[in-house]
């Protein structure tokens, strides 16, 4: 840990990170952008003098002051709005809008959905990004990355969550910089011709390529999704089911191209150099070729946000490895870190952005740690154990975000990706093995069979370890503050030397008190805590009347499916408390000194006078709202 806090670019990720964060939620720049180069000006003429003139405690804290600035400039200015040609500001009913599509999203039910970038409107040409929602046609061929569009919409804010602790598609999207949507049908729109292909494009269609020949091998239907899925990216395409085995398997990241994918593809690389008796360590071609490769690797799965951040995470191991600089994987993670936000701020929102970081991150602190406690013999059992260390070291970096954002781990985890991981090597291998040979036109015949058996398989056992996982998940909920305290202890325990000090156990002490103090004000907290809430469920009523730490839920739901509703798990899980369910509901109900009258189709006639009343009405009862009023004598 000594090592780590000497380390400079660590101070400059942590100050960038805290810019970030504080004009996201701050808004401390509320200016033009003129004016903010003028300032990131001058701290970088002050740099240069203090520099000059050898004031290293000057230098160090304007440097890091720099820092924060630059972050803050750097989210400033990746915000469309802040931008005087921002599309809105045009806006005029029934103006023409020129749309290109930038990137193809999952469809639901009833419409295909993608991000499409406003190019002109009104004649006037304007930036921002929209999200477009086509209503589902029968025989209508869904859009492509650079289709060019024609229309006259109606732009809305995206809608706000309905329920408590439902998930945010709106903070989602706004942290893409996307506010706006629109809502359309196909006989509503112009279709124009592409003029020109985006980089984006050119990847789709590289894309769309690479995978007319996976399917000229005649792969199956699943192994087909899956190969696309941790190949090309493509997971958006997958089934409902395999999405749900494998997230509670806790192997959901296999699925999306990650550092274990490009790992992968890396150490072929440099294999594959050997061979040909060129790799040696800095060699100019070795790391223009390998570099190349993945960036190319990167450009035909879409550039996606994992994809982006391995790769530069890898470029930056292979630029450690070129100049022989020491500790090159704490380099590489640092550095592509600082980099990736610097151009990309709006990532350090991203949930996979922050799991991935912190993965590395366990791997590259606590792994040694734990490879040290045993020193098997035999290159097998080294494996294992190896493989066991880094499974269990990213378990423990993980686990309380993973409680942070999803309220669950499966402990399972540990266990399956010590099976998956030495498997997803064998079939990443294959898969390319099986692309080249189809791309020379040669009938990959056994090598196809091999390959169907080998994700069939891969398949069925994560599909047993799903069907076994209630009994191996951890449930629970952590706020912001214990998360954070979390990681401080686990930056104590296992970011310094295992050698046991007085002030190392005074740290860890103040942590751990200071997390129990937490919890207490956070129970005592909940167990005051009253509230009565309606739940948002489409043509149906769910009444929740909280006090303390238990709620009782009032619904017309079927009563085999209520408690399995994510909305009311969400917010028992994430308030801790006892949920009991019933399908009565009193006509008229006191509350926190307020009474409220229940209205529906059966009851519209309030016989009783009450004064103040508040009334909430169910079933979209057909009522005269003056007549119930004057009723109620409200």
Known sequence: MKNLLGFVPLYTVVCLILGLLLQYYCKI??????????????????????HTSQKRLAFGVTYL??????????????????????????MEKNGVVYLRIQKVLRSTDYYDKYLAKVERLNGSMVSGTVLLNIQKETN??????????????????????????????????????????????????????????????????????????????????????????????????????IRNSYRKAGVIHILAISGLH??????????????????????????????????????????????????????????????????????????????????????IFDIGFQLSYIVVFAIVLIQPKLVELWKPKGKITQFYWKTFTVTLAAQIGITPISLYYFQETSLWSIFTNMVVVPWIGILVYTAILLLVITILKITPGFLTEVYNFLISAMNSFIAWIA???????????????????????????????????????????????????????DKIN??????????????????????????QIHHNMDTSIVAKEKFLSSYRIHENITMNYTTKLPRLYAFDNKTFIWLDKKDVNPNKKVKNAIIILRNSPKINLERILLATNL
Request: contains cysteine; glycine residues 6%.
């Open 29 to 50: 720049w509320r200016y033009g952008i003129v004016e903010l180069f003028g300032i990131i000006a001058s701290l970088l003429l002050l740099l240069f003098i203090l």
């Open 65 to 90: 002051i720099s820092i924060i600035a630059l972050g803050i400039s750097s989210l400033f200015l990746k915000n469309p709005q802040n931008y005087p040609n921002y599309f809105i500001k045009y």
């Open 140 to 241: 209508t061929l869904p859009l492509q990355t650079d289709n060019r569009l024609q229309l006259i919409p109606t732009f809305t804010r995206l809608p706000k969550t309905l329920n408590p602790y439902q998930f945010s598609y709106k903070d989602y999207l706004s942290k893409q910089g996307v506010y706006y949507q629109i809502h359309t049908k196909t006989n509503k729109y112009r279709m124009l011709p592409t003029v020109s292909k985006s980089l984006f494009g050119l990847a789709e269609t590289i894309r769309n390529w690479v995978k007319e020949r996976l399917h000229s091998a005649h792969l199956s239907a699943d192994v087909l999704q899956i190969t696309n899925a941790f190949l090309l990216g493509e997971k958006q395409f997958l089934s409902k089911d």
């Open 262 to 347: 490009v790992g992968i593809i890396f150490l072929l690389l440099q294999r594959i150099l050997s061979l040909f008796g060129i790799r040696k360590r800095g060699s100019t071609v070795t790391f223009v070729f390998t570099v190349g490769f993945l960036w190319f690797f990167a450009l035909i799965t879409g550039l996606s946000a994992s994809v982006v951040r391995a790769v530069t995470m890898f470029t930056f191991i292979a630029i450690g490895e070129k100049i022989n600089r020491q500790r090159v994987p704490l380099y590489a993670i640092l550095n592509s870190m600082f980099f990736i936000l610097l151009f990309h701020p709006y990532f």
């Open 467 to 521: 069907s076994i996982q209630n009994n191996g998940n951890l449930v629970m909920s952590l706020n912001i503050e214990a998360l954070l305290l979390w990681y401080l202890l686990l930056i104590i325990l296992f970011g310094t030397s295992f050698k046991t000090s007085f002030r190392r156990l005074v740290a860890i002490s103040v942590v751990i008190i200071t997390l129990q103090t937490c919890y207490i004000l």
């Open 526 to 551: 909940r167990e005051n805590k009253k509230e009565l809430i309606l739940f948002h469920k489409n043509k149906l009523s769910v009444i929740g009347i909280r006090n303390g730490n238990k709620i």
